[in-house]
């Protein structure tokens, strides 16, 4: 891989081509290449912004130094960042599926406290989910797998939207559990607080619900039995973890992207599951 920073390429160049090099001063001082190589130390390097300065005292310039070690002006500035996609895998579109005709149409990063990408989960309009981490000796910056050969997990478990989730419970706000990015999207676009995990329904663990210690937490069930037992196993798993948790699910359809798209509040969920009884509870209604 090479160096973004011109000055680190120009002194390894200098090093690979036997040059003797001076630091002193903030400055790299090295022969006269340009007209014939005396007098040591003639030619100064500094790191300026953007990019590499370089002068020769005698020449009064560098345009023959870069001609002898092959350079031309373009090479004196820093790589731009943008101009390297490996440091952006989330911008590539190129999904795993693509060979059969899908195409991407989502994508979900996964980041960590610091908003740096842990993992990233891609969806395409044939409904393939796909997860890929950030690496940067791939050259699409990617790897398609979370795990390495012996199948142990390289990244770490988060939250979906962990950092808003952080600042959320500071606030002391009530933060909503969906089963997937989709409808956490659908709670967010209502002015909620929203997480999942990645993969799907039955991924929940202990090490997403650590994250919820102390908060005020709902559960949006899925009205299907994949759902059900999902919201059981998220409930379990904040037992002595949150503050409180309920159980919702949706009014009209199956999750919460199908009650808001069918016009409902986030008011209007059907509570289903509360610590305390409610009136209308069983429990309730059999004293
Ligand atoms: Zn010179
Ligand atoms: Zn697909």
Known sequence: MTDTIAFNRLADLLGSMGERTRYTGGVLRTRGLCHGGDSPDTVAIKR???GVGVYCHKCQGNADFLAAIGWTAADLFD????ERPRDHPENDIWIPCQERGHRRVAQYLYQDENRLTIHGVTRCNHKCFAQWRPDSDAKSGRRWSL???QGNRLVRTVPYRLPELLAAKLADRVIWIAEGEKDVHALVDHGLVATCNAAGAGR???EHAQFLEGADVTVVADRDEPGQKHAVQ???SLRGVAR???VVQARTGKDAADHFGAGHRDADFDQVWAPV???GD???VAQ
């Open 147 to 149: 795990n390495d050969k």
């Open 48 to 50: 300026i912004a953007n």
């Open 79 to 82: 790589e731009p960042l943008a």
């Open 244 to 246: 409180s948790v309920y």
């Open 282 to 284: 069983a429990a309730v």
């Open 204 to 206: 929940w663990t202990a």
């Open 234 to 236: 998220v409930v379990d």
């Open 277 to 279: 009884p409610h009136p």
